[in-house]
């Protein structure tokens, strides 16, 4: 399967301010990559879909002006929390798929912690 | 768009094999079955989907009901790394889009 990388892999910052977390396919064309939010003791909430040189889809209920996603290559996505709360304090997944019907491959994680 | 249905929970010995079962009574015909599993604190890890026939690879096999209502993953000879949360998913598809829609999965916990 393909290899993600996501970067950081933690990160705290303070209220306020903005985090980019980058998600990256190392081995792989990712003509579509998504981005998931998990909280404590929860399972995984799809917030966003996008596809290479496209905007993103956001699922309901997600700001997209909060989260910006950019997806500028096929090896590469971006995730930036715009003036972060203590509220947005999650793991942020990202996953990558070639085809629309193939396998999603997803990384190792970014923990966020907003002060 | 089919929904799955799997225990909260399940215990099974070191070296013993793992059996998790997953109810999908309403998949359509062209819709894969599909594994992940999740290890504290990590992304998911992807480990087989089938579609009627079935499946094995090098981390497990999926057997899946001829019916296709019910599929169940077997990790023949189970180690504490194991031990994780196990997701069966039926994607939902939207125009030819497939994406998946994680449920609470079950707790696999594999006993020394």
């Known amino acids: 399967g393909a290899v993600v990388s996501q970067h950081p892999s933690w990160v705290i910052c303070k209220s306020g301010t903005s985090v980019k977390i980058e998600c990256r396919s190392l081995?792989?064309?990712?003509?579509?990559m998504f981005w998931y939010r998990q909280f404590p003791k929860q399972s995984l909430m799809l917030m966003a879909t996008s596809n290479e040189g496209s905007k993103a889809t956001y699922e309901q209920g997600v700001e997209k002006d909060k989260f910006l996603i950019n997806h500028a290559s096929l090896t590469l996505s971006t995730l930036t929390v715009t003036s972060a709360h203590p509220e947005d304090s999650s793991f942020y997944i990202c996953s990558v798929r070639g085809d629309p019907t193939d396998t999603q491959y997803f990384g190792p994680g970014t923990r966020l912690t907003v002060l | 768009d089919a929904k799955t249905t799997q225990p909260t929970s399940m215990d099974c010995a070191e070296g013993r094999a793992a059996n998790l079962p997953c109810n999908h009574s309403?998949?359509?015909?062209?819709?894969?079955v599909y594994w992940y599993r999740q290890i504290h604190s990590q992304g998911p890890q992807y480990i087989i989907h089938?579609?009627?026939n079935n499946e094995t690879n090098e981390m497990a096999s999926l057997i899946i009901t001829e019916d296709r209502k019910s599929s169940t993953l077997i990790l023949p000879h189970a180690t504490l790394r194991d031990t994780a949360v196990y997701y069966c998913i039926v994607p939902i598809s939207n125009f030819g889009n497939e994406k998946l829609t994680f449920g609470t999965g079950t707790r696999l916990t594999i006993i020394p």
């Open positions: 309403t998949i359509s015909g062209n819709e894969y």
């Open positions: 089938g579609l009627k």
């Open positions: 081995d792989f064309q990712a003509t579509t």
